[in-house]
């Protein structure tokens, strides 16, 4: 099985050439929704390739496929994005979000297995509703619901979908863009700050080239010793590539060259025909 899972990583090998575009003093731009390149969000399916390592040549440790899909519906009568994720690792860990065309969360609905217990929520941000089903930790499950009227609380952007919203950003301004983020589980909305370090260029197996904005960020929690850098290529407005470093040890998250989907599964009755 790992043998199958890391293959595709050979189609984003990192070239070493970098431009570094100019350090910035200023305050943070804040970024609001007009501000967003909306006109890059388009359907996908996206794939990506996750896990957790202790550095270079350490090995890796939990890998998950992580899928993406975005797709343009209407719902409840008003036009949306919905974007679905399908986290699969031993458990089965599913996630969906519907975001409105400002990509205000309309709703959201999530089911979690963790160790054979199944956990689900549902909310409603504009109305601050919410309800949690499961298994829940008491504790997880009280801090769910303090989240649930903050999510009132003026504009943000789902942080749950980062792989598909940040991209949207305006990051040709350069410096540190700070946005308002939320995620459910989260007491309140928070301001996060991205930084463009500079820019770097991905080589695919395939001769394709990946021109990126390298883009750091602590996570709203600056002098926290956490950081995660995206590779942002600039024509697709796609995450292609991310590393994470927390608690002492790493994230990575690749782009799969084609999205992972089952076009022929065998018959229920296990024959061929």
């Given at each position: 099985m790992?043998a199958?899972v890391t ?7 990192l070239?070493?050439s ?9 305050e943070?731009?804040?970024v ?12 996908a399916?996206?794939s990506y390739l996750v896990?957790m390592h202790?550095?270079?040549g ?8 992580a899928?993406f ?5 209407t719902?409840?009568?008003?036009p949306a ?8 690792d ?11 065309a ?10 979690w297995v ?5 956990m689900?929520?549902h909310v409603?941000?504009a109305?601050?509703e919410?309800?949690?089903?499961g298994e ?6 009280q801090?769910?619901?303090?989240g ?8 943000w952007m ?5 792989l ?6 305006p990051y040709?301004?350069?410096g540190?863009?700070?946005?308002r983020?939320?995620?459910v589980?989260m ?7 991205y ?6 260029t991905l080589?695919?197996?395939d001769?394709r ?15 926290g ?7 942002i ?9 991310e590393?994470?470093?927390?608690n002492?040890?790493y ?16 018959p229920?009755?296990g024959?061929?025909g």
């Amino acid at each position: 099985m790992r043998a199958s899972v890391t293959r595709p990583l050979l189609f984003l090998a990192l070239a070493l050439s970098a431009t570094a575009l100019p350090a910035s003093a200023a305050e943070p731009y804040r970024v609001t929704p007009s501000d967003l390149h909306l006109e890059h969000l388009r359907p996908a399916q996206l794939s990506y390739l996750v896990y957790m390592h202790a550095g270079p040549g350490s090995g890796i440790k939990r890998p998950v496929l992580a899928n993406f899909s975005v797709s343009r519906q209407t719902v409840d009568g008003t036009p949306a994005w919905v974007i679905t994720h399908a986290w699969e690792d031993p458990d089965g860990t599913v996630h969906t979000v519907h975001a409105a065309a400002d990509i205000a969360t309309l709703s959201q609905d999530a089911t979690w297995v963790r160790s054979g217990q199944r956990m689900s929520s549902h909310v409603v941000p504009a109305r601050g509703e919410g309800r949690a089903e499961g298994e829940w930790p008491e504790a997880a499950r009280q801090r769910l619901e303090a989240g649930f009227q903050a999510m009132q609380d003026g504009w943000w952007m789902n942080w749950h979908s980062d792989l598909t919203l940040l991209p949207l950003l305006p990051y040709e301004k350069g410096g540190t863009l700070r946005i308002r983020l939320f995620d459910v589980g989260m007491p309140a909305p928070l301001d996060v700050d991205y930084t463009v370090l500079g820019e770097r260029t991905l080589a695919g197996a395939d001769g394709r080239r990946y021109d990126c904005w390298l883009v750091e960020t602590e996570s709203g929690n600056p002098g926290g010793d956490a950081f995660q850098r995206f590779w942002i290529d600039k024509a697709s407005r796609v995450v292609v590539k991310e590393e994470d470093n927390f608690n002492g040890q790493y994230r990575s998250k690749y782009l799969l060259a084609v999205p992972v989907s089952l076009e022929f599964p065998a018959p229920a009755d296990g024959k061929q025909g």
